[in-house]
């Protein structure tokens, strides 16, 4: 079995992936980068970018890129039923992004897929991540080149099929590859869930008006919805789903569990949409002229009980997750993904950077476990509404922050960061 070498491999090319790939890059590392998928997300869902990652991002040079193609939105207003009971004002923190960027998140991964290769670095697509064996030295991962093959001969479809198996042997590893992460699985690493799973189902749509500069959290007494607003006049409603509106199995969270819906979407899609919006934000009025895609998705507030070990790391979804409202799990990732490239930089030209990662592992499992309230998490303080000071708890996965930046919102609702 032929084998390559390299100082990093990132398993998975998502923003955090590709983000992990970048950021070791401009250290200096040697970097390649795999994914099961044969290109970066195949359509034009909306993700929303928070200040401390455009700043990151603007050391990369990329937030203008960016900026260009996003959506700027420095407020989020919550809401129960009729009333707008709280707000948060992203231009209060001041700095040079007061606001959250709502980018599609191919467009997203597309500039940062050019700028690695501007680096000189290829994302190596339809490679698959199969298993790994570490030592003290190094860590020898195989990998299955993916190719497809027509079967069928009445009704010919398309089937995945591995076309080749080798091995890479990379000093570190960093495993990006998503909820269902198989680097999280080979190092065996189990999760810590708070509650039960939450499902939602997301549609995009062009309305009769343009959308707000806002956005719109939901919470009634049950669920958490959240009205986006995007490009012209289109727009995005994500309903968390109680279990007497299930209809069947969610997919996992993942890219292929997307669905674009065709053109002319039933008529009923539509109507369901509209029912359901103004049942649960009476103020929405804007109608919906078309549905254009949807997609039912399950998320479950985790952490990994460890970040890695060795010489293998993991760093967004593959470690975290949480609710899709505030955006935390992508954005804090790839702050982590930051982290991480500055403590492997140290490991691969310091012969005691090694204990630099276990800093990296102790850092990350504090920050979310208050992120998921497991620890500390938001307390009212005596000028919190009493609407805000009852819903702490739900409110924590809904602002779109982490450290100061967290803090400082959250001060705004009269609530403070516990540690």
Same mark, same amino acid.
């Given at each position: 079995? #032929?084998?390559?070498?390299?100082?990093?491999?990132?398993?998975?090319?998502?923003?955090?992936?590709?983000?992990?790939?970048?950021?070791?890059?401009?250290?200096?590392?040697?970097?390649?980068?795999?994914?099961?998928?044969?290109?970066?997300?195949?359509?034009?869902?909306?993700?929303?970018?928070?200040?401390?990652?455009?700043?990151?991002?603007?050391?990369?040079? =990329?937030?203008?890129?960016?900026?260009?193609?996003?959506?700027?939105?420095?407020?989020?207003?919550?809401?129960?039923?009729?009333?707008?009971?709280?707000?948060?004002?992203?231009?209060?923190?001041?700095?040079?992004?007061?606001?959250?960027?709502?980018?599609?998140?191919?467009?997203?991964?597309?500039?940062?897929?050019?700028?690695? #290769?501007?680096?000189?670095?290829?994302?190596?697509?339809?490679h698959r991540f199969d298993d790994l064996q570490q030592d003290a030295?190094?860590?020898?991962?195989?990998?299955?080149?993916?190719?497809?093959?027509?079967?069928?001969?009445?009704?010919?479809?398309?089937?995945? !099929?591995?076309?080749?198996?080798?091995?890479?042997?990379?000093?570190? !590893?960093?495993?990006?590859?998503?909820?269902?992460?198989?680097?999280? +699985?080979?190092?065996?690493?189990?999760?810590?869930?708070?509650?039960?799973? +939450?499902?939602?189902?997301?549609?995009?749509?062009?309305?009769?008006?343009? /959308?707000?500069?806002?956005?719109?959290? !939901?919470?009634?007494?049950?669920?958490?919805?959240?009205?986006?607003? =995007?490009?012209?006049?289109?727009?995005?409603?994500?309903? +968390?789903?109680?279990?007497?509106?299930?209809?069947?199995?969610?997919?996992?969270?993942?890219?292929? /569990?997307?669905? !674009?819906?065709?053109?002319?979407?039933?008529?009923?899609? #539509?109507q369901y949409v509209e029912k359901v919006a103004r049942h649960r934000?009476?103020?929405?009025?804007?109608?919906?002229?078309?549905?254009?895609?949807?997609?039912?998705?399950?998320?479950?507030?985790?952490?990994a009980k460890s970040f890695g070990h060795g010489r293998v790391w993991?760093?967004?979804?593959? /470690?975290?997750?949480?609710?899709?409202?505030?955006?935390?799990?992508?954005?804090?990732?790839?702050?982590?993904?930051?982290?991480?490239?500055?403590? =492997?930089?140290?490991?691969?030209?310091?012969?005691?950077?090694?204990?630099?990662?276990?800093?990296?592992?102790?850092?990350?499992?504090?920050?979310?476990?208050?992120?998921?309230?497991?620890?500390?998490?938001?307390?009212?303080?005596?000028?919190?509404?009493?609407?805000?000071?009852?819903?702490?708890? #739900?409110?924590?996965?809904?602002?779109?922050?982490?450290?100061?930046?967290?803090?400082?919102?959250?001060? +705004? =609702?009269?609530?403070?960061?516990?540690?």
């Open positions: 079995m #032929r084998k390559i070498q390299t100082e990093v491999l990132v398993v998975g090319a998502g923003p955090v992936g590709l983000a992990s790939a970048l950021l070791l890059a401009e250290t200096g590392a040697e970097v390649q980068i795999i994914d099961r998928e044969f290109r970066t997300a195949a359509r034009s869902y909306a993700c929303a970018l928070h200040p401390a990652t455009l700043r990151l991002l603007e050391r990369l040079g =990329l937030a203008s890129k960016l900026i260009e193609q996003g959506r700027q939105v420095k407020t989020i207003g919550l809401y129960e039923g009729q009333h707008r009971r709280a707000a948060l004002d992203l231009a209060e923190g001041g700095g040079d992004f007061p606001y959250m960027l709502i980018v599609p998140q191919s467009t997203f991964e597309s500039i940062l897929e050019e700028r690695l #290769r501007e680096r000189g670095i290829k994302v190596n697509w339809n030295d190094a860590v020898n991962v195989t990998i299955e080149k993916l190719g497809g093959t027509a079967t069928g001969y009445i009704v010919p479809h398309w089937e995945t !099929v591995v076309q080749d198996r080798f091995q890479i042997s990379a000093q570190f !590893v960093v495993g990006c590859d998503g909820n269902n992460s198989l680097v999280r +699985q080979r190092l065996g690493i189990e999760s810590d869930k708070l509650g039960e799973p +939450q499902f939602f189902a997301a549609y995009e749509f062009e309305a009769g008006t343009p /959308a707000e500069d806002e956005v719109k959290v !939901v919470l009634d007494a049950t669920t958490t919805n959240v009205l986006w607003p =995007l490009s012209g006049n289109k727009h995005r409603w994500t309903f +968390q789903m109680v279990k007497s509106e299930l209809s069947g199995e969610f997919p996992e969270k993942e890219r292929r /569990a997307v669905h !674009v819906a065709q053109t002319n979407v039933d008529e009923n899609i #539509r934000a009476p103020w929405f009025m804007s109608g919906v002229k078309e549905i254009t895609w949807c997609t039912d998705v399950v998320f479950q507030h985790r952490v993991l760093a967004g979804d593959a /470690a975290h997750q949480t609710g899709p409202v505030g955006a935390q799990s992508m954005n804090v990732g790839i702050l982590e993904a930051e982290s991480l490239a500055g403590k =492997l930089w140290k490991a691969l030209h310091d012969d005691t950077g090694m204990t630099s990662m276990e800093s990296y592992n102790a850092e990350r499992l504090k920050e979310w476990r208050s992120l998921l309230g497991m620890t500390g998490g938001l307390r009212p303080g005596s000028t919190a509404p009493s609407w805000v000071a009852e819903r702490c708890g #739900r409110l924590l996965s809904c602002i779109p922050g982490s450290g100061e930046d967290l803090a400082q919102l959250a001060k +705004q =609702l009269g609530l403070t960061v516990a540690n």
